[in-house]
């Protein structure tokens, strides 16, 4: 029984060897198959041919009108070497490489070595590929592969572009390029220099792999890493790549340009920097139209006035910046904010529902039960117009139900309610406040000391404040009020406060990172639509709050 098992086996590992040596067969005969066949450079025709069988035994020496042949590639020259042996070519004057009818190659010299079908080229060489030419004084074409490539400084021609660099390689297979040191490709609308560059003839699309400038007469783009089609030319860029435009740079961790349509869409850490009047938009996503300076930013979008050293960040759902009657004498812009606006400034705050500011008068208009904040005064309205001089505060107006409140400690609070308001600044203080219309007055007087003497209410149809220092110098009313003075231990509770007293320290921005958090007014504090009356109108007006 064990010598039959031990047969058994023996047939087993016989079977399992006949079995491997057969695969190995198989292999080396599928290995041989797949091989290129090395074939020999056939001479086609030539004008004389001498050998000298002794001195030099494997060399063919051919003069006048050589034809040489190596599969599909026919080779001509004036003279030639044949190498039998390496079965490689020397051939020189007016050589000419040919396959099919798409790809020619000239020179002055060339070495063709049949086995590696590696052609060299030197001197005046010119590669031919359907509407594409390379030019360069040394080329090495690896037929293998279907590859050309320089070393010494070469130029690439299409329809569209020429290309020059100090290394580079193109394969008429593929249409592809690779460039490299010293890079520059020139269209008749811009120049693109980089150091890494690949083009594609076929596309015409540049793939930018490096530091790379795109220069044309508008605008500026430095991109490391994108897309360039100069045929379209449009852009796809990643890497925080700039687009500049006349003062104007917009910077994202990805853009897309459009040179033709004129306009430019950044995505994610945008900034737009107007170096020229000291501004910018932030955001996540921004639009730019460099034909009409249109401009707009949305999701945690920004606007930000650097101009007066403390910069002044606007904050909205959506910023947008119009340029109207472009080119002309009359040309204005105006810089919009929508739904939720909060702003900040060190020493200004403001909250809103929409905010323009329009560069005719320079005016900065709020909208929507607007509030700003300076120290600790609170001033709001049915509207507020802050109009700016030289990039400061010349004057504000504050119309319809005009509020202002100054905290003077955690219960008693400067109070002035009229119709509307105007507020006079120099040198970015205010010096005088105008009160019009239906004034009420709460005021707590002052010692020099600053020890509050009394509560003084009053009521008048136009109030005169003059303030130095940011101090209260004195009041005058029209016509004058009596008022009444109370003692600040007898000051009745209902008297302490107008009827439309409101404080939104709540809403107040507490920084310029606290403009992203929204908080509204609490139920029933917003302002009711008022009947606007006209200002001549001097019966006393009820001004409610919710």
């Given amino acids: 029984m064990e010598g039959k098992q031990k047969k058994i086996s023996i047939q087993r590992w016989h079977s399992i060897l006949i079995a491997g040596v057969l695969c190995l067969f198989a292999l080396f005969a599928y290995a041989q198959e797949s091989e290129p066949k090395k074939t020999?450079?056939?001479?086609?025709?030539?004008?004389?041919?001498?050998?000298?069988?002794?001195?030099?035994?494997?060399?063919?020496?051919?003069?006048g009108n050589v034809q040489l042949l190596h599969d599909s590639m026919y080779m001509y020259c004036d003279s030639a070497?044949?190498?039998?042996?390496?079965?490689?070519?020397?051939?020189?004057?007016?050589?000419?490489?040919?396959?099919?009818?798409?790809?020619?190659?000239?020179?002055?010299?060339?070495?063709?070595?049949?086995?590696?079908?590696?052609?060299?080229?030197?001197?005046?060489?010119?590669?031919?590929?359907?509407?594409?030419?390379?030019?360069?004084?040394?080329?090495?074409?690896?037929?293998?592969?279907?590859?050309?490539?320089y070393f010494e400084g070469g130029m690439l021609m299409d329809e569209e572009n020429v290309l020059t660099s100090d290394w580079g390689e193109y394969s008429p297979a593929t249409k592809n390029s690779v460039f490299n040191y010293d890079v520059k490709l020139v269209n008749p609308q811009f120049?693109?220099?980089?150091?890494?560059?690949?083009?594609?003839?076929?596309?015409?699309?540049?793939?930018?792999?490096?530091?790379?400038?795109?220069?044309?007469?508008?605008?500026?783009?430095?991109?490391?890493?994108?897309?360039?089609?100069?045929?379209?030319?449009?852009?796809?860029?990643?890497?925080?790549?700039?687009?500049?435009?006349?003062?104007?740079?917009?910077?994202?961790?990805?853009?897309?340009?459009?040179r033709v349509l004129g306009y430019g869409e950044a995505f994610d850490n945008v900034v737009m920097n107007d170096t020229v009047h000291m501004n910018m938009l932030t955001g996540d996503y921004c639009y730019y139209d460099e034909l009409t300076e249109?401009?707009?930013?949305?999701?945690?979008?920004?606007?930000?006035?650097?101009?007066?050293?403390?910069?002044?960040?606007?904050?909205?759902d959506t910023l947008q910046l119009n340029t109207y009657y472009l080119n002309t004498d009359s040309m204005y812009r105006q810089m919009r904010a929508h739904y939720k606006v909060r702003i900040y400034r060190t020493d200004v705050q403001g909250v809103c529902d929409s905010l323009v500011f329009d560069s005719r008068d320079s005016c900065l208009t709020m909208y929507v039960d607007p509030i700003l904040w300076n120290e600790e005064q609170q001033l709001l309205g049915e509207e507020i117009k802050v109009y700016m001089n030289d990039s400061t505060i010349d004057w504000a107006h504050v119309i319809n139900q005009a509020l202002s409140v100054e905290m003077k400690d955690s219960i008693r609070y400067n109070q002035v309610a009229g119709k509307e308001m105007k507020a006079y600044f120099q040198d970015g203080e205010m010096r005088r406040v105008d009160v019009i219309g239906n004034v009420l007055i709460v005021f707590y007087p002052e010692e020099n000391d600053g020890t509050m003497i009394g509560m003084n209410t009053s009521e008048t149809s136009l109030l005169n404040i003059y303030l130095q220092e940011r101090k209260i110098e004195k009041m005058v009313m029209s016509p004058k009020s009596n008022g009444i003075l109370y003692p600040l231990d007898q000051s009745p509770p209902d008297k302490s406060r107008l009827p439309t007293f409101a404080w939104f320290d709540y809403i107040r921005p507490l920084n310029k990172e606290d403009i992203f958090n929204w908080r509204g007014k609490k139920e029933g504090e917003g302002l009711k639509k008022s009947s606007r009356q006209p200002a001549a109108s001097q019966g006393r007006e009820r001004i409610l709050m919710r």
Avoid: C, W
């Fill in 40 to 63: 020999r450079v056939d001479l086609l025709h030539a004008d004389e041919g001498v050998a000298d069988k002794l001195a030099r035994p494997d060399v063919q020496v051919l003069i």
């Fill in 81 to 149: 070497l044949i190498y039998e042996t390496t079965n490689s070519v020397e051939a020189f004057s007016n050589v000419r490489m040919e396959q099919g009818d798409t790809l020619f190659i000239y020179g002055d010299y060339l070495f063709y070595d049949g086995m590696t079908q590696l052609a060299m080229l030197r001197e005046n060489v010119k590669m031919i590929n359907n509407n594409t030419t390379l030019l360069t004084d040394s080329l090495n074409y690896d037929r293998i592969y279907e590859l050309g490539y």
């Fill in 191 to 258: 120049t693109l220099t980089s150091d890494t560059l690949r083009y594609n003839t076929d596309t015409k699309i540049a793939t930018i792999l490096g530091p790379s400038d795109i220069v044309s007469e508008n605008n500026h783009i430095y991109s490391e890493l994108g897309f360039y089609n100069t045929l379209t030319e449009q852009a796809e860029l990643l890497n925080r790549s700039v687009l500049t435009n006349e003062g104007k740079k917009l910077t994202g961790d990805s853009l897309f340009y459009d």
């Fill in 294 to 316: 249109f401009a707009y930013a949305t999701e945690r979008a920004v606007g930000i006035d650097y101009s007066q050293g403390d910069s002044l960040y606007i904050h909205g």
